[in-house]
């Protein structure tokens, strides 16, 4: 079965400051993977997917970018973040007709 | 746009009674419909999930129905335990289960009673 890899595990960071949350799967080869954000303890919001190395998908507009250097890493960047960013993010694998395997996620907090 | 409607936000049951929770679900390409558990802190987990071509699915306390015509699916929890306060999610692959995934509603926090 497959493993998902998220570090690191809380992060307190400036507005302004950059991020880098990582995101590495075990177990399966050329996943589709996935950022999601979850506000407030609740809804689980699609960031980016990606379904192959260098191939990423926006689903919203944001602060946010995504990068997928290697087949089982996934990346989430920011260059200056804003009070709003603060939530947890889940990296997740998966196919569209399957279950998503989510990591333990990063609780960020913004300040 | 498609999305995917959860219903009550909040329910609270008596230990012991049954929890019912709904979803209605916009686009009917959509053929998988998993159903995700949250405790505080944590990770979504899925408890059980039900493809287009059957009409219930049971594992032990936990079920789920479909109804593909009103495009709608419900998680029914028989004799509620503590352990089952939880969020749970529902979710469906709109758009026929492309590469984007799963789309999630915005969960119930369900609340055991003692």
């Known amino acids: 079965s497959q493993t998902i890899h998220q570090w690191p595990a809380t992060l307190v960071q400036p507005v302004g400051s950059p991020l880098s949350l990582e995101c590495t799967v075990e177990g399966t080869s050329n996943p589709n993977l996935y950022w999601y954000r979850q506000a407030a303890g609740r809804g689980l919001q699609l960031l980016f997917y990606?379904?192959?190395?260098?191939?990423i998908s926006s689903e919203v507009p944001q602060n946010l970018s995504a990068s997928r250097p290697q087949d089982r890493q996934f990346i989430l960047s920011s260059k200056k973040l804003l009070l709003s960013d603060s939530g947890f993010y889940l990296c997740?694998?998966?196919?569209?007709?399957?279950?998503?395997?989510f990591g333990n996620g990063t609780r960020l907090t913004v300040t | 746009g498609e999305n995917v409607e959860q219903h009550p936000s909040t329910l609270s049951v008596q230990e012991g009674d049954s929890a019912v929770i709904k979803c209605t679900y916009s686009d009917s390409a959509s053929n998988y419909f998993p159903w995700y558990k949250q405790e505080l802190g944590k990770r979504p987990q899925l408890i059980i999930d039900?493809?287009?071509?059957?009409g219930e699915k049971k594992d032990q306390r936990i079920a789920v129905t479909l109804n593909k015509t009103a495009k709608h699916f419900s998680l029914h929890i028989t004799e509620t335990q503590p352990e089952d306060s939880a969020v749970y999610f529902c979710a469906a692959n709109l758009r026929g289960g492309g590469a984007d995934g799963l789309t999630f509603g915005k969960g119930t926090h369900l609340i055991i009673q003692p």
């Open positions: 039900i493809r287009s071509n059957v």
């Open positions: 990606s379904v192959g190395i260098g191939q």
């Open positions: 997740a694998s998966g196919q569209g007709d399957s279950p998503l395997h």
